[in-house]
C-alpha cells in the first residue's frame, strides 16, 4: 500500500497560495504536498477542488477566491486563458517581476546551494506590452477565408487572431493583410490532417530601429497561386516592407520551417541596431525577440565582462555574433563559437558590416571547439556563456575550469540550469559576485539572467 495522501481527489479544501510554477499556475502545500492550481497567485487564500492525485503532487481547481493578492489584476486580453501564450496577464507587472526576482533567488538556492548571493531586483520595461518583433502565426480557414492566430490550448484547431498585445503592432498589421489578401486571390490554407491546401504560417519580423518589415510565407509545396501578384499587392499595401521570403516546408511536421528558402520580392535580408550596432537578419537567423531589453542585458554582460581593451574574449553559443560584436566594442579580440553554419555566416556578415576586424566565429559546439582551442595554447581573459535551456555542457565547464579565465559571464534563459553551472564553476574555484535578471519576456514565466563570476585568487 502507498502512503495515504494529505488530500483526495474530488476534496473541497482551503489552502494559502505560496509560490508559482513555471507555467504561472499558483502552488499551494497541503502537509508539504504540492497543490497546482491554475490562476492562483501567491499570498491569496482560496478553496479549490482537488481534481488529480499524483504521488508527488496533484492539480486543482480555484473555486472561491477568499483573499485576493494586491497584485492581482484583470487580464487586458480577451483571449488570454484559450492562447496560453502568456502566462502572467492576471499579475500586475509589479507582482510579475517580484516573482522572477524570488523564482531567480529561490533557485540560486534550492539548485545551486548558493547563499547569499546578491540578487538585484529584476530590470524591467517602462511599458510591458508590444514588445515582440517576431510573429509566427498558423493559418486555418472559416468560411471561406483564411484565418490565423494560435492553436486552442492542448489542441491543434486553430483561433482566429486580430491582435496579440505582446506583438508589435507592425506584426498585427502584417498578418492582417496577408490573410486578407491571400485569402481574397484563392489561396487555401494548409489542412494538417490530410496533409493538402497551401498557406502553413505566415512569420512577420520587424526592426524596431529601422522599421523595416520580412514577411515570410510558409507553404506545403512549391506553389503559392498568384504569387505575383499577391506579393505586388503586399508589397504595395504595408509600409516599411523591404523582404518577402517564401519557404517550402512540405513535412508533415510541427516545425515551422522547410529547408527551401527563396526569396519573393526585395532584399534577403532586413536590418536592425541594437545600441550603436547593425545586424543583419535573414528569415531562419536566431535574433532576440524582445530588442529594447536585448539591449539592457547586454549592456549587464559588457559591464560584468569589465573590459579595458587588452582581453581576449570567448563568446560561446555565439549565435549571429550579437553578444561578441558588443563585446569586440571594447575588447582587443572576440572568438565566437556556434553550432549552426548559418548563424555563423550571419556572424561574419554582421562583423562586416560593422567594420569591426577583431572578431572572428567558428562552427562547432562549444564544448568540442573550446576545448580544441585550450589543448592549442589559446585561451581567454574573459570568457562568456549564453547557452540554451539546458544549460553548459559539463565538458565546457571543465575546460572554463582549467583555462580560468578571470571573468566568467553567465547569460541565462533558464535559472534552474543557470543555478546547476554556477554550483560546478564554484566548487571549481570562481565566484558569483552578483547576479541581475533581466525581464525579456513580460506577460510570461519566462526569465532570464545575467551572473558575473570571478577567479578567486588562489584557487
Ligand atoms: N548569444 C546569442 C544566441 C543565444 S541562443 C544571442 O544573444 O542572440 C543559444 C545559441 O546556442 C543558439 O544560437 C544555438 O544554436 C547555440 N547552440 C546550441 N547548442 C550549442 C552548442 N553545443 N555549442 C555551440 N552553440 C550551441
Request: proline letters at 4%.
Amino acid at each position: 500500500m502507498s502512503r495515504t495522501l494529505p488530500v483526495q481527489k474530488n476534496d473541497y479544501i482551503d489552502v494559502i497560495f505560496e509560490d508559482l510554477t513555471h507555467e504561472g499556475a499558483g502552488v499551494a502545500k497541503v502537509d508539504g504536498y504540492p497543490l497546482f492550481v491554475p490562476d492562483g497567485l501567491p499570498g491569496e487564500r482560496a478553496k479549490v477542488k482537488v481534481i488529480k492525485v499524483n504521488k508527488g503532487y496533484g492539480f486543482g481547481r480555484l473555486i472561491e477566491t477568499y483573499e485576493r493578492s494586491p497584485y492581482r489584476v484583470e487580464a487586458p486580453c480577451p483571449i488570454y486563458k484559450e492562447c496560453g501564450g502568456c502566462q502572467l496577464q492576471h499579475l500586475s507587472y509589479e507582482g510579475q517581476l517580484l516573482a522572477k526576482e524570488k523564482q531567480v533567488r529561490d533557485v540560486l538556492e534550492r539548485i545551486g546551494k548558493l547563499e547569499g548571493v546578491k540578487v538585484h531586483p529584476v530590470l524591467g520595461m517602462k511599458d510591458p506590452w508590444r514588445y515582440r518583433n517576431k510573429a509566427q502565426v498558423p493559418i486555418g480557414e472559416q468560411e471561406g477565408g483564411l484565418i490565423g492566430g494560435f492553436y486552442q490550448q492542448r489542441t491543434h484547431q486553430i483561433i482566429d487572431m486580430k491582435e496579440c498585445l505582446i506583438q508589435q503592432e507592425k506584426n498585427d498589421e502584417v498578418v492582417q493583410k496577408v490573410k486578407e489578401i491571400c485569402g481574397r486571390y484563392g489561396v487555401r490554407a494548409y489542412d494538417e490532417g490530410r496533409h493538402k491546401g497551401e498557406l502553413r504560417h505566415v512569420m512577420a519580423r520587424y526592426g524596431l530601429v529601422t522599421g523595416e518589415v520580412m514577411i515570410v510565407l510558409v507553404t506545403r509545396t512549391n506553389e503559392l497561386p498568384h504569387k505575383q501578384r499577391i506579393v505586388e499587392e503586399i508589397a504595395s499595401s504595408i509600409e516599411g516592407v523591404k523582404s518577402i521570403v517564401h519557404n517550402v516546408n512540405s513535412r508533415k511536421t510541427n516545425v515551422i520551417m522547410g529547408d527551401v528558402t527563396r526569396v519573393l520580392w526585395g532584399e534577403e535580408v532586413i536590418y536592425d541596431f541594437i545600441g550603436d550596432i547593425k545586424f543583419a537578419i535573414s528569415a531562419r537567423s536566431f535574433y532576440q525577440v524582445n530588442p529594447e531589453q536585448t539591449k539592457v542585458l547586454y549592456d549587464k554582460a559588457l559591464e560584468y565582462a569589465n573590459l579595458s581593451g587588452e582581453e581576449q574574449v570567448i563568446d560561446a553559443y555565439c549565435g549571429i555574433g550579437t553578444i561578441s560584436l558588443f563585446l569586440a566594442q571594447k575588447a582587443k579580440e572576440v572568438f565566437g563559437v556556434e553550432i549552426v553554419p548559418e548563424a555563423i555566416e550571419d556572424a561574419k556578415r554582421n562583423a562586416d558590416l560593422n567594420g569591426m576586424t577583431n572578431a572572428s566565429f567558428a562552427v562547432g559546439k562549444a564544448e568540442e571547439v573550446i576545448p580544441d582551442w585550450y589543448k592549442k595554447g589559446n585561451t581567454a581573459d574573459v570568457l562568456v556563456v549564453d547557452p540554451p535551456r539546458k544549460g553548459c555542457d559539463e565538458a565546457l565547464l571543465k575546460t572554463i575550469l582549467s583555462m580560468k579565465p578571470k571573468k566568467v559571464v553567465y547569460v541565462s534563459c533558464n535559472p534552474g540550469t543557470l543555478a546547476r553551472d554556477l554550483r560546478i564553476l564554484e566548487d571549481g574555484g570562481y565566484r558569483t559576485i552578483e547576479v541581475q535578471p533581466v525581464d525579456m519576456f513580460p506577460q510570461t514565466m519566462h526569465c532570464e539572467a545575467v551572473a558575473g563570476l570571478e577567479w578567486k585568487e588562489g584557487s
